[in-house]
């Protein structure tokens, strides 16, 4: 059974930093791209970026290019989203999904972001 | 990249069918489109993908269709467990992909 389990709700203040991950299990990880969603609070999803395990090829929404950064690492099977400078805008669930062929067909429980000062 | 428009709300009796829609720039809705349910608290869940095919498990009263920049997505024969957000999402070119506004259903 596939499988993206992702790590517990975080509370952080602006201005500090903040990893999250999501591990896959259940598929051959390296073979399929995974994607990081947002839901910000009321609002509806927004794709954020994607990464391929196998040679970590990553590529960002223009808009939030820079601001966050996607990572992978293939010998654990893990995913992950960072921030270097937090904001409270960035307050949200976020998910991970797995890209099957032209769609995302497995996610993640979410990981909630809460950033206040 | 705008998110792709969908309406904010449908809703039906249990039983009835709703169909709602999901538009874009020619360059965004092509034929990888697929639809996603989000029940509050929970994990999207694929519903449809490639415009109209459905993953095992997915009740077949759920349907895609695509014109031109326009797909949609029906359920006929509603029943309360599909009251729920509904977002479409469509692969938009360069790797980029683009999810629609949302709509909730309310049956």
Not at chain 1, 61 to 86: C, E, F, N, R
């Given at each position: 059974?596939?499988?993206l389990?992702?790590?517990?709700?975080?509370?952080?203040?602006?201005?500090?930093?903040?990893?999250?991950s999501c591990k896959g299990?259940?598929?051959?990880f390296a073979g399929y791209w995974i994607a990081w969603v947002?839901?910000?609070?009321?609002?509806?999803?927004?794709?954020?970026g994607i990464i391929y395990p196998g040679?970590s090829?990553t590529?960002?929404?223009?808009?939030?290019?820079?601001?966050?950064?996607i990572s992978v690492?293939?010998?654990?099977s893990t995913a992950y989203l960072?921030?270097?400078?937090?904001?409270?805008?960035?307050?949200?669930?976020?998910y991970c999904a797995r890209q099957?062929?032209?769609?995302y067909?497995s996610w993640g429980?979410?990981?909630?972001?809460?950033?206040?000062? | 990249?705008?998110?792709?428009?969908?309406?904010?709300?449908?809703?039906?009796?249990?039983?009835?069918?709703?169909?709602?829609?999901?538009?874009?720039?020619?360059?965004?809705?092509?034929?990888?489109?697929?639809?996603?349910?989000?029940?509050?608290?929970?994990?999207?869940?694929?519903?449809?993908?490639?415009?109209?095919?459905?993953?095992?498990?997915?009740?077949?009263?759920?349907?895609?269709?695509?014109?031109?920049?326009?797909?949609?997505?029906?359920?006929?024969?509603?029943?309360?467990?599909?009251?729920?957000?509904?977002?479409?999402?469509?692969?938009?070119?360069?790797?980029?992909?683009?999810?629609?506004?949302?709509?909730?259903?309310?049956?």
């Amino acid at each position: 059974e596939v499988q993206l389990v992702q790590s517990g709700a975080e509370v952080r203040k602006p201005g500090e930093s903040l990893m999250i991950s999501c591990k896959g299990s259940g598929y051959t990880f390296a073979g399929y791209w995974i994607a990081w969603v947002r839901q910000m609070p009321g609002k509806g999803l927004e794709w954020m970026g994607i990464i391929y395990p196998g040679d970590s090829d990553t590529r960002y929404s223009p808009s939030l290019q820079g601001h966050v950064t996607i990572s992978v690492d293939k010998s654990t099977s893990t995913a992950y989203l960072q921030w270097s400078s937090l904001k409270a805008s960035d307050t949200a669930m976020y998910y991970c999904a797995r890209q099957g062929t032209w769609n995302y067909d497995s996610w993640g429980q979410g990981t909630l972001v809460t950033v206040s000062s | 990249q705008s998110a792709l428009t969908q309406p904010r709300s449908v809703s039906g009796s249990p039983g009835q069918s709703v169909t709602f829609s999901c538009t874009g720039s020619s360059s965004d809705v092509g034929v990888f489109v697929s639809w996603y349910q989000l029940h509050p608290g929970k994990a999207p869940k694929l519903m449809i993908y490639e415009v109209n095919k459905r993953p095992s498990g997915v009740p077949d009263r759920f349907s895609g269709s695509k014109s031109g920049n326009t797909a949609s997505l029906t359920i006929s024969g509603l029943q309360a467990e599909d009251e729920a957000d509904y977002y479409c999402c469509s692969y938009a070119g360069r790797y980029i992909y683009v999810f629609g506004s949302g709509t909730q259903v309310t049956v």
